[in-house]
Every structure is written in structure tokens, then in C-alpha cells.
């Protein structure tokens, strides 16, 4: 079972492109966090969430916890965004639970 | 910038063999974690480690594996007798509150 599910699963926009991607849970969480991983592996935090929103450069995360949602969106996007971002949650019980990823790519 | 290290980057095991996989977390950091990511699927946590201990552990995380501080520095994962399905990118994360963490660059193990 996923107890977490990505969507989209691959996206593709043309440079500047305004980009959002979702993230929806199943268990009851601590914190909710949105990692971008480089094509080498090497991971990244870009956020973490427990309410309401964060924004960080072009970088905006948001989270409705009744609805179990959180949404990752890139303003004025560029092709080094291109990256697969990944939603991990921190349950109750404080396992960590992850999505299988969005592959984005940016085009020029 | 602190960062946090691993060492090896790479590890080629037999099967039947035990690794031990290091980590220098950053240094004011209290919270320790281990993650695996089988080549093509999601990341799995393995263990967060607290206080010299740990606090938490998955399923994954059975028998074969333990952690250890030993010297206050480096944190880490030994697996005692490496199966096939071990094959995989571990990555350690430290973090100074529990929240935020950084990750290592991962080791890569493949196991023959």
C-alpha cells in the first residue's frame, strides 16, 4: 500500500511555465516534508510542513491537513529545476513514509 | 556550509558479507537517520537514532541491521550478512531539531 501518492508522475514545461505538483496522504501526520532530488541522487529539503504555507524564492508549499493534501508549486520555472521532487510525511507514529516522485523537466 | 559526509561513495560486497556504511552527520546536529533507495523506486526509511539511541525503526529495519554512534561523530550502519535484495543508494540525514534534515550523498551498495 502507498501511503502516499504523487501526481503527476512525469512533467514536462517550457521554461517559465507556472508548475504545481500534489501530494495526498493517507495516515495521520507530524510533518510534512517536499525533497528535491538531483538526477546524481544527492537530496535536498525544500520544505517542511505542518499547517498552512511556505514560500521560499520561486518555491510555494502548502498543505491542508483535513484534506490530507499538500501541493508543491514552482513559479517562472527554469530548466535547473528539472529534478524529481519527492513528498515524504512523518506519521503520528514517527515513520517516514515517501512518494515514488514527480520527474520534472524544464525545457528551454 | 556544513554538510553531512558518507563514506564509502561506492561498496561492492558478497553476499553472505557484512558492510558497515559511515556517516559524519553535522556537527551541533541531535537527530540521526538512515534511508535506503532501491535503484528505480522510492526512498525507504530504515531508522532515526536519538540521544544514542534509537528512536525509531520500520519494518526494513530487522535483525541484520543495527546503528552505532561510536566516537560522537560518525554515525553508523552496519548490515551483518548482506543479501541481494540489500542492493541499494543508503543515504544518512542528520538534523539539529527533528525537523529539517540534511542528507548525505549516499553510499551505493551493490551486492554480489
Known amino acids: 500500500k502507498n501511503e502516499v501518492e504523487q501526481s503527476p508522475q512525469n512533467l514536462t514545461a517550457q521554461e517559465g511555465e507556472f508548475i504545481t505538483i500534489n501530494c495526498s496522504y493517507s495516515?495521520?501526520?507530524?510533518?510534512l516534508h517536499w525533497l528535491q532530488q538531483h538526477p546524481g541522487g544527492g537530496i535536498v529539503s525544500l520544505f517542511m510542513?505542518?499547517?498552512g504555507k511556505k514560500k521560499h524564492g520561486r518555491l510555494i508549499a502548502t498543505i491542508n491537513i483535513q484534506e490530507k493534501h499538500s501541493s508543491l508549486h514552482i513559479t517562472a520555472s527554469h530548466p535547473r529545476d528539472s529534478a524529481v521532487y519527492i513528498c515524504?510525511?512523518?506519521?503520528?507514529?514517527?515513520?517516514?513514509?515517501f512518494g515514488t516522485g514527480t520527474s520534472l523537466t524544464v525545457i528551454p | 556550509e556544513p554538510e553531512v559526509t558518507q563514506t564509502p561513495s561506492h561498496q561492492v560486497t558478497q553476499m553472505g558479507q557484512e558492510v558497515i556504511l559511515r556517516c559524519v552527520p553535522i556537527?551541533?546536529?541531535?537527530?540521526f537517520y538512515w534511508y535506503r533507495q532501491i535503484l528505480g523506486q522510492k526512498v525507504e526509511f530504515l531508522v532515526s537514532f536519538y540521544n544514542n539511541e534509537i528512536s525509531e525503526k520500520s519494518e526494513i529495519f530487522d535483525d541484520q541491521f543495527s546503528v552505532e554512534r561510536p566516537d560522537g561523530s560518525n554515525f553508523t550502519l552496519k548490515i551483518r550478512s548482506t543479501k541481494l535484495e540489500d542492493s541499494a543508494m543508503y543515504f544518512c540525514a542528520s538534523s539539529e531539531s527533528g525537523e529539517t534534515q540534511y542528507f548525505g550523498p549516499g553510499t551505493r551498495l551493490l551486492v554480489l
Open positions: 495516515v495521520g501526520i507530524s510533518a
Open positions: 515524504a510525511v512523518r506519521s503520528l507514529g514517527n515513520q517516514f513514509y
Open positions: 556537527s551541533n546536529h541531535l537527530y
Open positions: 510542513l505542518s499547517s
